[in-house]
């Protein structure tokens, strides 16, 4: 099994507050969640910090069970957004998992 779809299966299994250390440890797991979070980055900044002044919500430092819960929201569409609901389309839950404990692990 591929490294990425082990640390997909560990988000799954264990959900995503216990993923920060799989990060840490796989090095090829880390850059596939990066290679995902980086098409947050034009509107969130890198690493899920905005300039200073945006409307743009930080996503560095959220916790892993409200990013989830935002963007599982922003998806079913009981949350809306001007852009937010195609994207969080774009993710499956164990993307969207990943994510939240990559940007988690973010300061």
């Not at 264990?14 to 840490?24: S, T």
């Not at 200073?52 to 409200?66: E, H, I, Q, T």
């Amino acid at each position: 099994m591929p490294t990425c779809a082990l640390l997909l299966a560990a988000v799954s299994l264990y959900g995503p507050a216990a993923c920060g250390a799989a990060l840490a440890a796989d090095p090829t797991a880390a850059a596939h969640v990066r290679s995902l979070a980086a098409s947050c980055a034009a509107c969130h900044g890198t690493d899920g910090t905005p300039v200073p002044g945006s409307p743009v919500a930080r996503l560095a430092g959220l916790s892993p069970d409200y990013f989830v819960a935002r963007m599982r929201a922003y998806r079913d569409g009981t949350l809306s957004a001007t852009v937010m609901q195609q994207i969080a389309k774009g993710f499956s839950d164990e993307q969207t998992d990943a994510l939240a404990a990559y940007f988690a692990g973010r300061r």
